[in-house]
């Protein structure tokens, strides 16, 4: 089982920055794969960025050069510092964490959110314009 708490949300301006974190508690091997996500009202919950057991990236097109997703394992903390946020990045935004294992035939992290078995509450970013 893996616990995860998110903060760091608020309300900024367009061009602002927020910094998000994520804390995981429970089996650290829960959360050898870790993610990022957002969800707007009245759409569907979409990957911001994740990392990797390897500490491999990846990223929305539509995040790419803003956002930075980084990873403390001393901390057991995943981050997400956001710059030149948009109106169009508010949302609820949730940490997600999986076990890197077997999905099909390959061992791996989760590529999709209905892969994800852990995730936080959420925390709320209003960029205004």
């Known amino acids: 089982q893996v616990q995860l708490v998110e903060s760091g949300g608020g309300s900024v301006q367009a061009g602002g920055s927020l910094r998000l974190s994520c804390v995981a508690s429970g089996s650290t091997a829960g959360s050898d794969c870790m993610g990022w996500f957002r969800q707007a009202p009245g759409k569907e919950r979409e990957e911001v960025a994740r990392i990797e057991s390897d500490r491999t990236t990846k990223y929305a097109d539509s995040v790419k050069g803003r956002f930075t997703i980084s990873k403390d394992n001393a901390k057991n903390t995943l981050y997400l510092q956001m710059d030149s946020l948009k109106p169009e990045d508010t949302a609820m935004y949730y940490c997600?964490?999986?076990?890197?294992?077997?999905?099909?035939?390959?061992?791996?992290?989760?590529?999709?959110?209905?892969?994800?078995?852990?995730w936080g509450q959420g925390t709320q970013v209003t960029v205004s314009s």
């Open positions: 997600a964490a999986d076990y890197w294992r077997f999905r099909g035939m390959v061992a791996r992290c989760p590529t999709t959110k209905d892969e994800y078995n852990y």
